[in-house]
């Protein structure tokens, strides 16, 4: 599967109009400017996205799959996400640039929060000599 991008245009009449393009596994994808595809409003539904959305935006529709943060109860997920005109959403990927879900990367948070263990200072013990003898 390509990377989407959004391309602006200016048609027969000669209005200016924007879509999607996609280059694809079946040559090159064109979605018609009245395929309803508005990254603002899916990172909206996606707060867990923490990257600056503006910034986000902007590489998504040039057709970059963008590296960013997934935060779910105080923890971080290292993930990628790239624009997906044919589905109207976001495709997320891992760390290791592997498909998952939203669902998913909630669960590994929770997963990554269990498994963090508080820090535990171990303190040498004390050594005390009075008069050059051990007190306990």
């Not at 200016?16 to 603002?40: C, M, P």
């Not at 986000?56 to 624009?83: C, D, M, P």
């Not at 929060?113 to 820090?119: G, L, M, S, W």
Request: aromatic share 6%; proline share 4%.
């Amino acid at each position: 599967e390509g990377r989407a991008l959004k391309q602006h245009y200016t048609d027969a009449m000669g209005h200016e109009s924007t879509r999607w393009v996609e280059l694809g596994k079946n040559g090159v994808q064109h979605y018609a400017a009245s395929h309803a595809f508005e990254i603002d409003a899916v990172l909206a539904a996606m707060p867990n996205i923490t990257r600056n959305k503006e910034e986000l935006t902007r590489y998504l529709e040039n057709g970059q799959r963008v590296s960013t943060h997934w935060k779910q109860n105080g923890q971080f997920l290292n993930i990628y996400v790239q624009a997906d005109p044919a589905n109207r959403t976001l495709k997320l990927f891992d760390a290791r640039m592997k498909p998952v879900t939203a669902e998913q990367l909630n669960q590994r948070a929770q997963q990554q929060a269990q498994n963090k263990q508080p820090e535990i200072i171990l303190k040498a013990p004390r050594r005390v000599q009075k008069n050059g003898h051990k007190v306990n």
